[in-house]
């Protein structure tokens, strides 16, 4: 219980009514996109603009109140999960301002609440490109992105949301702004915070700035979708893609599980009695387009592809990845509880990986439809089940366990962008090591002596 006099402390910091107090209010943020236990947090809070972000967090710290910091929620890991103890979730979406976007330097200045598709577009309309694109773009925010250090389709070719953060300040534990990197191309002043911050799941700092790289965007594109017969002759033809030193914006990949789903929420025009598709994406200089397309579609036939569709104009590429893009949302539709898991091996073992999904799905007897960002390793085997029906989750939870050996028997990894959150902590020494673990608790606790920050998640303690 959050004493009444701490409730009032905290209205005078950000008004009474960025306070939310009744239990409805504060249930709403007892979840996230991961299926994990929900929490409701003792109280929420909005602040709206820096100072008032600074005063709750010194707030939080002073009276030894855990805060969990939360974008859109649409984290998959468990990242915004309130602690047990008295948890505060301190909401960003009152902390949503472009601050600046500089067309002569190429960056901009965002506030950490700002909509990751909503940025894009600011900085479209200036004839600049903000390259980061994961499928959750339309509601997730610029600040749950740095702090999952989200990929998204095109991390294949531009890489992923740490690799455009030129800079960020943020809160430390006491309320105070610490700074680092800076609005120029090149900084070494320092320690590489911003590079620490990536990925910290608010365990480290509270975002309040976060300076951000734009690029010109590409000249010209081409996206096609490749069908084939045979789920493995695709995944062949992911790694034959890569091995000929072609490097695709997008490469995605949905097996026939997912595209049966995707196709009945989207109505695409998707090959439902195929295998497997590929959906890919080359774009640049048109000669470099056109040149990197022709080995592309030489890949794919020699792989064993059944036809290779081009998209004419912008409306069916657009209707191709809008496809992609809904591809959780169209597998959620099918059973109550949906696991989507983003276990990640190095290109070259992609068969491999997919062999296996298919290989766990039957020995666990569970549908999982398997899509996912294929030229970068990454898939998301998504496993359609009820969490009501205790033995059939058991399965679930034993099929996840051999879905992460299995990657890091590949030299794969745990997450390739989903984070770690409460969902995975348990597997994190087994992908590191002891060291590792104490190595980062060490830093934790100079960082955050109370464990007040985002407590219970990367490292459960
Ligand atoms: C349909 C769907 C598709 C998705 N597709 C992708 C994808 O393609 N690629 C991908 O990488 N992920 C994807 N995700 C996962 C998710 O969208 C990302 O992890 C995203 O970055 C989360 O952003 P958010 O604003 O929802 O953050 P939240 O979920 O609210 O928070 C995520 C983490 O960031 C922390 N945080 C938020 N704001 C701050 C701040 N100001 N300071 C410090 N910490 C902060 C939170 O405490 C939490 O630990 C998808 C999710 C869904 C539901």
Redesign the pocket.
């Known amino acids: 219980m959050i004493s009444a006099s701490l409730t009032k402390e905290f209205e005078a910091a950000v008004g009474k009514e960025n306070v939310f107090t009744s239990e409805p209010e504060r249930q709403a943020y007892s979840y996230?996109?991961a299926v994990l236990e929900p929490v409701t947090p003792a109280l929420v809070v909005r602040p709206t603009n820096s100072e008032e972000l600074g005063k709750v967090i010194a707030l939080c710290n002073e009276n030894n109140c855990p805060i969990?910091?939360?974008?859109?929620?649409?984290?998959?890991s468990g990242?915004?999960i309130p602690d047990k103890r008295d948890g505060i979730v301190i909401l960003?979406n009152g902390l949503n301002k472009i601050l600046e976007i500089n067309e002569e330097d190429l960056y901009a200045v965002v506030q950490?609440g700002v909509v990751t598709a909503q940025f894009a577009q600011e900085v479209a309309k200036r004839g600049l490109f903000y390259p980061p694109d994961?499928?959750?773009q339309a509601?997730?925010?610029i600040?749950?992105?740095v702090?999952?250090n989200?990929?998204?389709?095109r991390g294949l070719k531009y890489g992923v949301t740490k690799d455009y953060v030129m800079g960020l300040d943020?809160f430390d534990v006491n309320g105070q702004l610490v700074k680092t990197g800076s609005r120029t191309v090149k900084c070494v002043t320092g320690y590489n915070l911003a590079g620490l911050m990536a990925a910290s799941?608010?365990t480290l700092?509270?975002?309040n700035e976060i300076i951000l790289k734009l690029t010109p965007p590409p000249a010209a594109s081409k996206a096609m979708m490749a069908v084939f017969d045979d789920v493995n002759k695709a995944s062949e033809a992911v790694a034959s893609i890569i091995a000929a030193h072609v490097v695709p914006c997008t490469l995605e990949f949905m097996d026939q599980a997912a595209l049966k789903h995707v196709e009945a929420y989207t109505k695409a025009g998707l090959p439902v009695e195929a295998a497997a598709i590929l959906l890919i994406e080359v774009d640049g200089h048109p000669g470099q387009v056109a040149d990197e397309a022709a080995v592309v579609e030489k890949c794919l036939s020699k792989a064993g592809a059944t036809a290779v569709h081009v998209a004419k104009d912008a409306e069916e590429k657009f209707k191709l990845w809008e496809a992609r893009r809904n591809a959780?949302?169209a597998l959620a539709r099918a059973k109550p509880t949906t696991v989507l898991e983003d276990a990640t091996v190095p290109r070259s073992q992609i068969p491999a990986m997919v062999a296996a999904i298919n290989d766990i799905a039957k020995k666990y007897d569970l549908a999982i439809g398997t899509f996912g960002h294929a030229g970068d390793g990454n898939l998301h085997p998504t496993i359609l089940c009820d969490r009501r029906d205790e033995k059939e989750f058991h399965r679930v939870e034993e099929a996840v366990d051999n879905i992460f050996d299995v990657a890091l028997s590949l030299k794969g990894t745990l997450s390739g962008?989903?984070?770690i959150?409460m969902a995975k902590s348990k597997w994190m020494e087994k992908e590191t090591s002891r060291a590792t673990i104490d190595y980062s608790l060490n830093m934790k606790r100079a960082i955050d002596p109370n464990n007040i920050l985002?407590p219970g998640?990367i490292i459960a303690g």
């Open positions: 996230d996109s969990t910091v939360r974008g859109a929620g649409t984290n998959l990242g915004t960003t950490p994961p499928g959750s509601v997730s925010t600040g749950g992105n702090a999952e989200a990929g998204g389709l943020f799941e608010g700092g509270v975002f959780l949302p962008e989903h984070g959150g985002n998640k």
